[in-house]
């Protein structure tokens, strides 16, 4: 293989990110948002509403379904903050929530947190939810 071979690779595979990226950004009620992972760090994503449901799916990587996809049903928020300077994406909101035995930490815009709230406030009354 010839290094203009290895340099049109990887130029394809760029423009397939970047195409990726746009899709899933500039897709119908998508909003910007971050996952913490089990090592404290913001993994950047789109998150999108589907039904009684949170799908989240991460900016990197090949597949365009959701790594976690969070139920309405039974989700209570924990906690919200404001993240700081230095923490995760500026002008963030940090919200904590425990859904089935398991934590999940989100990061969005205000925005996107009033449209969160919203969300989790229009589900039905069995639903059983408990915003913070």
């Known amino acids: 293989m010839t290094a203009i071979e290895v340099l049109a690779g990887l130029a394809v ?3 397939l990110l970047v195409i990726r990226y746009l899709a899933l950004v500039h897709g119908r009620g998508n ?3 971050c996952v913490r992972d089990s090592n404290g760090t913001w993994r950047s994503g789109v998150a999108r509403y589907a ?3 949170l799908h989240w799916i991460p ?3 090949l597949r365009l379904r959701p790594r976690h996809a969070i139920a309405r049903r039974g989700l209570i928020v924990c906690g919200r903050r404001r993240l700081n300077a230095g923490e995760g994406p500026e002008g ?3 919200i904590d929530c425990h859904s089935e035995g398991r934590r999940v930490s989100l ?3 205000e925005e996107a947190l009033t449209g969160f709230l919203a969300w989790l406030e229009a589900a039905p009354p069995s639903a059983h939810l408990d915003a913070a």
Do not use: T
Request: charged content about 5%.
């Open 59 to 61: 900016f990197l990587g």
């Open 51 to 53: 039904g009684g449901e």
């Open 31 to 33: 909003i910007f948002c």
């Open 92 to 94: 963030f909101w940090s």
């Open 107 to 109: 990061a969005m815009s």
């Open 13 to 15: 595979m760029a423009a």
